[in-house]
Protein backbone atom coordinates (compact mmCIF):
# COMPACT_ATOMS: atom_id res chain seq x y z
CA UNK A 1 0.00 0.00 0.00
CA UNK A 2 1.00 3.56 -0.92
CA UNK A 3 1.84 5.95 1.81
CA UNK A 4 -1.03 8.26 0.13
CA UNK A 5 -3.32 5.17 0.54
CA UNK A 6 -2.84 4.99 4.35
CA UNK A 7 -4.30 8.12 4.42
CA UNK A 8 -7.43 7.01 2.72
CA UNK A 9 -9.20 4.88 4.85
CA UNK A 10 -9.95 2.84 7.69
CA UNK A 11 -12.37 0.30 9.37
CA UNK A 12 -12.95 1.63 13.23
CA UNK A 13 -14.84 -0.84 15.71
CA UNK A 14 -16.68 1.50 17.86
CA UNK A 15 -17.81 0.43 21.58
CA UNK A 16 -21.33 1.82 21.01
CA UNK A 17 -23.57 1.69 18.37
CA UNK A 18 -24.72 4.37 16.31
CA UNK A 19 -28.69 4.84 15.77
CA UNK A 20 -30.15 5.95 12.48
CA UNK A 21 -32.83 8.79 12.27
CA UNK A 22 -35.21 7.47 9.76
CA UNK A 23 -36.47 10.15 7.78
CA UNK A 24 -38.68 7.85 5.77
CA UNK A 25 -37.53 7.94 2.40
CA UNK A 26 -38.23 5.22 -0.54
CA UNK A 27 -35.22 2.90 -0.78
CA UNK A 28 -34.84 3.78 -4.37
CA UNK A 29 -35.08 7.50 -4.11
CA UNK A 30 -32.54 9.66 -5.85
CA UNK A 31 -29.27 10.34 -4.35
CA UNK A 32 -29.47 13.05 -2.10
CA UNK A 33 -27.28 14.76 0.78
CA UNK A 34 -28.96 16.79 3.44
CA UNK A 35 -26.86 18.70 6.50
CA UNK A 36 -27.97 17.83 9.39
CA UNK A 37 -28.12 19.52 12.86
CA UNK A 38 -25.27 17.55 14.95
CA UNK A 39 -26.95 17.66 18.17
CA UNK A 40 -29.49 14.43 15.82
CA UNK A 41 -27.12 12.89 16.13
CA UNK A 42 -27.35 10.06 18.61
CA UNK A 43 -25.89 11.02 22.16
CA UNK A 44 -24.22 7.78 22.55
CA UNK A 45 -21.80 9.17 19.83
CA UNK A 46 -21.56 12.10 21.54
CA UNK A 47 -21.01 10.94 24.49
CA UNK A 48 -18.44 8.58 23.31
CA UNK A 49 -16.27 11.16 21.28
CA UNK A 50 -16.62 13.46 24.55
CA UNK A 51 -14.11 11.21 25.78
CA UNK A 52 -11.71 12.29 24.01
CA UNK A 53 -12.69 15.84 24.23
CA UNK A 54 -14.00 15.48 20.39
CA UNK A 55 -17.71 17.43 18.99
CA UNK A 56 -19.04 17.45 16.05
CA UNK A 57 -18.39 20.08 14.26
CA UNK A 58 -21.04 19.22 11.21
CA UNK A 59 -22.99 16.25 10.00
CA UNK A 60 -24.66 15.19 6.93
CA UNK A 61 -26.83 12.24 5.62
CA UNK A 62 -26.19 11.04 2.28
CA UNK A 63 -29.08 8.49 0.50
CA UNK A 64 -28.24 6.89 -2.35
CA UNK A 65 -30.66 3.99 -4.46
CA UNK A 66 -29.07 0.99 -6.24
CA UNK A 67 -25.71 1.29 -8.85
CA UNK A 68 -25.62 4.51 -7.59
CA UNK A 69 -21.90 5.58 -8.11
CA UNK A 70 -20.61 9.25 -7.79
CA UNK A 71 -18.32 11.43 -9.68
CA UNK A 72 -14.77 11.22 -9.03
CA UNK A 73 -14.35 14.50 -6.21
CA UNK A 74 -13.11 16.27 -3.76
CA UNK A 75 -15.03 17.20 -1.09
CA UNK A 76 -14.21 21.08 -0.79
CA UNK A 77 -11.33 22.25 -2.97
CA UNK A 78 -11.43 25.43 0.30
CA UNK A 79 -10.47 23.05 2.56
CA UNK A 80 -7.34 21.22 1.28
CA UNK A 81 -6.14 18.11 0.47
CA UNK A 82 -6.64 16.51 4.63
CA UNK A 83 -10.67 16.64 4.75
CA UNK A 84 -11.66 13.95 7.70
CA UNK A 85 -14.90 12.39 8.38
CA UNK A 86 -16.14 9.79 10.25
CA UNK A 87 -19.01 8.00 8.40
CA UNK A 88 -21.89 5.72 9.29
CA UNK A 89 -23.16 3.69 6.83
CA UNK A 90 -26.43 1.54 6.69
CA UNK A 91 -28.05 -0.49 4.05
CA UNK A 92 -25.76 -2.07 1.33
CA UNK A 93 -23.16 -4.39 2.57
CA UNK A 94 -21.59 -4.22 -0.67
CA UNK A 95 -20.97 -0.48 -1.29
CA UNK A 96 -17.39 0.53 -1.50
CA UNK A 97 -15.40 3.55 -1.69
CA UNK A 98 -11.95 4.66 -3.91
CA UNK A 99 -9.28 6.63 -3.88
CA UNK A 100 -7.54 8.56 -6.73
CA UNK A 101 -4.16 10.47 -7.69
CA UNK A 102 -4.42 12.76 -10.44
CA UNK A 103 -2.27 12.15 -13.36
CA UNK A 104 0.86 14.43 -14.36
CA UNK A 105 -0.81 16.70 -16.76
CA UNK A 106 -3.93 16.55 -16.02
CA UNK A 107 -6.60 18.85 -13.94
CA UNK A 108 -10.05 19.15 -12.65
CA UNK A 109 -13.61 20.80 -13.43
CA UNK A 110 -15.79 22.20 -11.81
CA UNK A 111 -19.72 21.23 -10.72
CA UNK A 112 -22.14 21.36 -8.31
CA UNK A 113 -22.95 18.67 -6.11
CA UNK A 114 -26.68 17.54 -4.50
CA UNK A 115 -26.56 20.24 -2.05
CA UNK A 116 -25.54 23.29 -4.61
CA UNK A 117 -21.29 23.44 -3.40
CA UNK A 118 -19.22 24.36 -6.16
CA UNK A 119 -16.72 20.73 -6.12
CA UNK A 120 -13.82 19.57 -8.01
CA UNK A 121 -14.41 16.78 -10.14
CA UNK A 122 -12.02 14.60 -12.36
CA UNK A 123 -12.41 12.44 -15.45
CA UNK A 124 -11.26 9.07 -14.15
CA UNK A 125 -9.18 8.93 -17.31
CA UNK A 126 -7.31 11.31 -15.79
CA UNK A 127 -6.62 9.56 -12.64
CA UNK A 128 -5.27 6.75 -11.42
CA UNK A 129 -6.99 4.62 -8.88
CA UNK A 130 -4.87 4.02 -5.54
CA UNK A 131 -7.42 2.43 -2.66
CA UNK A 132 -10.29 0.51 -2.26
CA UNK A 133 -12.10 0.19 0.59
CA UNK A 134 -15.23 -1.25 1.62
CA UNK A 135 -18.04 0.92 3.80
CA UNK A 136 -18.15 -1.25 7.02
CA UNK A 137 -21.89 -1.41 7.86
CA UNK A 138 -22.74 0.94 11.29
CA UNK A 139 -25.34 -2.08 11.86
CA UNK A 140 -22.43 -4.18 12.83
CA UNK A 141 -20.92 -1.85 15.26
CA UNK A 142 -18.47 -0.55 12.51
CA UNK A 143 -17.46 3.15 11.40
CA UNK A 144 -15.50 4.55 8.14
CA UNK A 145 -12.66 7.03 8.87
CA UNK A 146 -11.92 8.43 5.27
CA UNK A 147 -10.38 11.23 3.78
CA UNK A 148 -12.61 13.01 1.43
CA UNK A 149 -9.48 15.56 0.31
CA UNK A 150 -8.36 13.11 -1.25
CA UNK A 151 -10.04 12.61 -5.63
CA UNK A 152 -12.68 9.53 -4.85
CA UNK A 153 -15.75 8.02 -5.35
CA UNK A 154 -18.57 6.02 -3.57
CA UNK A 155 -20.14 2.77 -5.81
CA UNK A 156 -23.79 1.12 -4.74
CA UNK A 157 -24.36 -2.26 -5.97
CA UNK A 158 -27.61 -4.09 -6.19
CA UNK A 159 -29.34 -2.80 -2.83
CA UNK A 160 -30.21 0.72 -1.81
CA UNK A 161 -27.08 1.70 -0.10
CA UNK A 162 -29.93 3.19 2.32
CA UNK A 163 -27.94 5.98 4.14
CA UNK A 164 -24.70 7.44 5.18
CA UNK A 165 -24.16 9.63 8.35
CA UNK A 166 -20.67 11.79 7.96
CA UNK A 167 -19.43 13.30 10.38
CA UNK A 168 -16.46 16.49 10.40
CA UNK A 169 -14.78 16.37 14.16
CA UNK A 170 -13.42 19.24 16.19
CA UNK A 171 -11.33 19.30 19.39
CA UNK A 172 -11.65 23.11 21.06
CA UNK A 173 -13.29 23.77 17.98
CA UNK A 174 -10.14 23.13 15.72
CA UNK A 175 -11.26 20.61 12.56
CA UNK A 176 -8.71 17.60 13.27
CA UNK A 177 -7.32 16.60 10.40
CA UNK A 178 -5.98 12.76 9.52
CA UNK A 179 -3.09 11.97 11.70
CA UNK A 180 -4.97 13.22 14.54
CA UNK A 181 -7.53 11.76 14.62
CA UNK A 182 -6.06 8.33 13.82
CA UNK A 183 -3.50 8.97 16.52
CA UNK A 184 -6.77 9.54 19.35
CA UNK A 185 -8.72 6.66 17.76
CA UNK A 186 -6.16 4.01 17.46
CA UNK A 187 -7.04 1.34 19.64
CA UNK A 188 -10.52 1.10 18.02
CA UNK A 189 -8.60 0.61 14.47
CA UNK A 190 -9.04 -2.91 13.13
CA UNK A 191 -7.39 -2.92 10.04
Not at 108 to 130: L, M, P, R, S, W
Request: aromatic share 14%; glycine share 4%.
Amino acid sequence: MTELAETCHKKLKLPVLFKPIDFGLDPCHPIIEYPLIPKLIAREIHNWLATFDIEIATSRYFHNPPHARYKLHVDSQKAGPNQTFLNFVFGDAGSFMSWYKLLPGKTHFEFTNTKGTQVYGYNENDCEQIFTAPCWSAEEGYANLVNAGIIHTMTNFDSPRTCCYSLKLTKNKIVLDWNDLVDIVDSYIME
